[in-house]
């Protein structure tokens, strides 16, 4: 229309990656959530573990060799080292009593993978190094028994994925399997030093130097089998309670660390409960630019169920009635018979269970 000139656009208030980043963040803890939800379906359905030995002498400890530099003792350290984001190797003696005893451990992760997750459940023990805000790569290890050889068509790509020989690991035998053109997801296989094999699983890796990145996360790989010092210890619980899933994690999140230990338990059919024992504090949030955030679940509110003492928090969550906790003495009891090492992991150990 004649005399109207055209104004110029107020500018956007909207911080565009920002936004995306948020959407990156809600999507991926979306996709765990009910892969989470699922595991937990997974694991009442089951049936729980025996980690008690049956009589037989507990297999000497191996004997696991790194350089200081490529394996530091403490929590993943942060960005920007070579071994930014390497998990801890303790050559701990293999007793029985640590529930979360593995065939392989990490001795270097790339810097985006800040946390490192071991994971008990009622089929096997995994490795896994993450992102601890959820949103980067995700990198799982594991050995396969003594003649197992691995078969490309049963990889976790499963039918999408496509063999191919790579450079030997440590003068082994390596091949990697990826999705046509993409090697962003896929898994790498080789042979240990005892002939027997070994996957790396990983996913959401990116930059153009992945396959380097593979390849020397499984050249840094410790083979042997060891326990991980844990923070506590279980006394006296009783015959009818029955570890069935447990899990530590160890985190880097914007420079600081972070653990959480955590021991489900069985107290009969049907009933189930958990006990977690992190730091006495909050965990660091990865992302506090992120606000629309829902509430935090219910339960640290009765003081029934958690206790704190030498810098570490235990608390017990109950799935159905607290009942099936009165042969302890109930939550409050039950807390009494877990003990906090404190944070100086020169103290933990893996007498972990009664």
Same mark, same amino acid.
């Given at each position: ?6 104004? /110029?656009?107020?500018? #956007? ?6 936004? *995306? ?19 937990? *379906? ?26 200081? #530099? ?45 946390? *490192? ?15 601890? @805000? #959820? ?40 091949? =990697? ?15 240990? /030093? ?6 790396? &699983?990983?996913? &959401? ?34 015959? #009818? ?9 160890? !985190? ?5 660390? %972070? ?5 489900? &338990? ?15 504090? !909050? ?14 679940? =219910?339960?640290?509110? @009765? ?30 009891? %039950? ?15 893996? @007498?972990?269970?009664?």
């Amino acid at each position: 229309m004649a005399g109207l000139t055209e104004a /110029p656009s107020p500018e #956007s208030t909207v911080d565009v990656a920002l936004a *995306v980043r948020t959407g990156q963040v809600r999507l991926r803890r979306r996709r765990l959530a009910a892969v989470g939800a699922a595991m937990a *379906v997974v694991l009442t359905g089951s049936a729980v573990l025996s980690l008690r030995p049956s009589g037989a002498p507990a297999p000497a400890a191996p004997t696991v060799s790194a350089s200081p #530099s490529a394996l530091p003792s403490t929590a993943p350290q942060p960005s920007g080292g070579a071994a930014a984001g390497a998990a801890p190797v303790t050559a701990a003696p293999v007793n029985g009593k640590d529930p979360l005893t593995v065939d392989a451990d990490f001795g270097w992760l790339p810097a985006e993978a800040n946390a *490192v997750h071991y994971q008990l459940s009622p089929y096997e023990t995994t490795v896994r190094g993450e992102s601890a @805000d #959820s949103i980067g790569p995700r990198l799982t290890l594991k050995v396969f028994a003594a003649g197992v050889v691995p078969d490309a068509g049963k990889s976790p790509l499963g039918a999408m994925g496509v063999r191919q020989d790579v450079a030997p690991v440590n003068g082994r035998t390596a091949f =990697l399997v990826t999705a046509a053109g993409d090697h962003r997801n896929g898994a790498l296989y080789w042979q240990g /030093p005892e002939g027997r094999w070994l996957e790396l &699983y990983f996913l &959401y890796l990116s930059g153009a130097d992945s396959d380097q990145v593979v390849h020397k996360v499984a050249e840094k790989a410790v083979v042997g089998r060891h326990s991980v010092p844990l923070p506590a210890t279980f006394t006296q619980a009783p015959k #009818s309670f029955t570890l069935s899933s447990g899990s530590f994690e160890r !985190e880097n999140i914007r420079g600081q660390q %972070w653990w959480t230990m955590q021991l489900n &338990y069985a107290a009969g059919p049907g009933q189930y409960f958990s006990t977690t024992i992190t730091p006495d504090g !909050e965990r660091p949030d990865p992302h506090p630019e992120i606000t629309d955030r829902p509430p935090a679940p =219910l339960g640290d509110s @009765d003081p029934g169920t958690c206790r704190s003492e030498n810098g570490l928090k235990v608390c017990v969550r109950v799935a159905q009635e607290k009942s099936m906790l009165d042969p302890v003495g109930g939550p409050a009891g %039950w807390l009494s018979k877990v003990g906090l090492l404190g944070m100086d992991e020169t103290r933990w150990t893996t @007498d972990v269970l009664p």
